[in-house]
């Protein structure tokens, strides 16, 4: 078994690595920045060996669950605040996924980002950010977990404005900051509410391991009212729309990409927007006990899942539709956990980690060679960069779930499991199964403009040329980010074999991964699976000829649904709604003007009023001082008699 150190060293060495880098590689070591990227890969390798030794200890110890209280932080009256690790199956799994996802990412950098000015910040933050999501994961109690919930998401403000220095960058970072932090502002209130209502939970109310285990079970046995479960869970899902972008506060994901392609591949894939997923799954007992968060969970993300998909279809930055994918896929997830397949959830998450940081590496790959995300500019890649086109096909095709790749096994799950659902997942389950046919739709479609045809002319038509150093170089990347794409690949396609194999394979036993969570897996729906593999494959194949031999019919079709297309574009209108209509004119609007005024008038007036009592004192104080030697004996002698008097007196 596993000790408490070496779980704890997961976390500490990417923040050590965070530490070094910061104080001593990038102050005094400029010359040899080389150094941070290679400190980063070493400290979370590290991090990524000691977490498959947790992996392989949780499951040589029957998926027992480890809780350990390292020490005693807070004690607010009969309330104690541990710091302390929570080593169950979810967290085994998901620091695999992490660190994983986040080495490979790092491999891939130190290629990438191979000649920028901020080399070893971009690397310090990384490491940050890689620690803080393995501190989020193995967290205990829901404070320590919120502590670092936040840390993420500071962490992801610096790495989507890296480039500071671009207008664009920067009002993205300050729109996913303060867009999460209205989630969290749920989240937040979730915690004050299971803390006001301690005397009627049982147990530690912040505890995680008493959330997912009395509580529930006091709940259902009607010592504790239902609307405990209803109330916690909305806050905490809120933090989850948040994060995960969810409808209504999805819009800050897109504008993310204008961080550095590995920074989208590492949020999108196996960090920030999973953390949203990782949340629900977490305290997934306590949302069962409350058919109202279930619902809303089920309704919410199916609506994304369908919702995103079309905006998918009609954008032109590559990087911006992945994003879009990632925002549907991450509804296909809340979807699964709101009618209760968690394991189909969390096994869907694991196989979306592996295909999907492997397309936005994909996606930065290209940008290396044509200096431009704009597929309008592209073309004809796949003759000159076939590693990074047959890698970026296999990713493309576990997206769209093609069988026998590792998005097929999972997304049959969860559409099976919606399918023989009651109630909210029969009525849900239709809106994932259209975004599964928009998902080909806009995947063949990024696919043929990138990779098929003749090269369009990249940066040098485009107007997004890189920052860090773009350009036309049509020749495929260099090994170190070639090397990354290759081991995602080999993932995409044996991940849903190995992890959740439908057969007996040996020692592996059939449904391992939902065995190993402790909860039921859900049986392969053959016909579904047939109908479904044959469904997409036609469609693919049919979109596939349609953006590749009848380019002109598909721009045609676009220019009579150019009402559709607009709205599409215009993302709903939601940015404009959100920006223009409620911060500026609205509410916020008003709110903002108000304080303005009371800024200008209140607080600047009382400075003022201050600083005129000063200088007016001063001058008075300064009139007496006349360097008279009998005016101050006489001065001193009056007050000596006057506080006699006054003693006298009274």
Known sequence: MISELWVW?????????FALIGLIIRPFLARHSKLAGQVTVGAIGASFLLSLWALGSTIADGARAETWSSYKWLSVGNLEIDVGILLDPLTALMLVVVTGVSLLVQIYSTGYMKGDPGYARYFAFMSLFTGSMAGLVIASNIVQLYIFWE?????????????????????????AFIITRLGDFGFLLAILYLFLNADSIPGNPLDISNLTNQLPLAIGAGTVAASVATWAGLGIFAGAVGKSGQFPLHTWLPDAMEGPTPVSALIHAATMVAAGVFLVARFFDLFASSEVVMSTVAAVGGFTALFAATMGLVNNDIKRVLAYS??????????ALGIGAYGPAVFH???????????FLGAGSVSHASGTFDMRY????????????????????????????AGFWSKDEILAHGLSSASIGQVVVWLPIVAAALTILYTVRAISMTFEGEFRGGADAAEDAQPHGGGVHLAESPPVMVAPLVILA??????GWLINPTTGLGVIEKHWLAHFLNTKGADVNLPLAVISTVLSAALFLAAHHLFTKRAATARRLSERLSPAHMLLSRKYYLDHLYE???????????????????????????????????????????????GQLQGYGVAISVGVLAMVGIYLFF
């Open 9 to 17: 060293l997961i976390l500490l060495l990417p923040l050590g690595s």
């Open 151 to 175: 840390l993420v998401g500071l962490c992801s403000f610096l790495l989507i404005g890296f480039w500071y220095e671009r207008p664009a960058a920067a009002a993205a970072a300050k729109k």
């Open 326 to 335: 990632t925002v549907s896929q991450l509804g296909y997830m809340m979807f």
């Open 349 to 359: 998450l694991f196989t979306h980690a592996f295909f999907k940081a492997l397309l």
């Open 378 to 405: 592209m073309g004809g890649l796949r003759k000159v960069m076939p590693w990074t086109y047959h890698t970026f096909l296999l990713g493309a095709l576990s997206l769209c779930g093609i069988f026998p790749l």
């Open 490 to 495: 080999a993932a995409t396609i044996l991940g």
């Open 580 to 626: 223009d209509v409620v911060t500026v004119r609205g509410f916020y609007g008003g709110a903002a003007r108000l304080l303005d005024w009371a800024d200008k008038a209140v607080v600047d007036g009382v400075v003022r009023m201050i600083d005129r009592f000063g200088r007016n004192i001063g001058r008075a104080i300064a009139l007496l001082q006349t």
